[in-house]
């Protein structure tokens, strides 16, 4: 069974930045996508940033220019790069993974931007 522990959520200023980090328990073989989905109180989870194993990333349009997804494929690793951050970017921040049976998800990490 994969696993993806996340860590790096936290209360920020708005216009601060945060990094988020998510490491994959498998090791050896990287998935076909991984990336970050968020879920803010009383709306649907969304996807914020995603990366194939090649290729550009695709980012939510609400986050271009601010957000940066980092993967590693060696060592099943994401990190989303946060600039800028905005009072509408508070929710909880899922990290995701997929391969070609499966998809798997983070527990969550809060991320609250307020003054």
């Known amino acids: 069974q994969v696993q993806l522990v996340e860590s790096g959520g936290g209360l920020v200023q708005p216009g601060g930045s945060l990094t988020l980090s998510c490491a994959a328990s498998?090791?050896?073989?990287?998935?076909?996508?991984m990336g970050w989905y968020r879920q803010a109180p009383g709306k649907e989870r969304e996807l914020v940033a995603s990366k194939g194993r090649y290729g550009s990333p695709t980012y939510a349009d609400s986050v271009k220019g601010r957000f940066t997804i980092i993967r590693d494929n060696t060592k099943n690793t994401v990190h989303l790069e946060m600039i800028g951050l905005k009072p509408e970017d508070t929710a909880v921040y899922y990290c995701?993974?997929?391969?070609?049976?499966?998809?798997?998800w983070g527990q969550g990490t809060q991320v609250t931007v307020s003054s």
């Open positions: 498998r090791s050896g073989f990287s998935f076909d996508a």
């Open positions: 995701n993974a997929a391969d070609f049976s499966s998809t798997y």
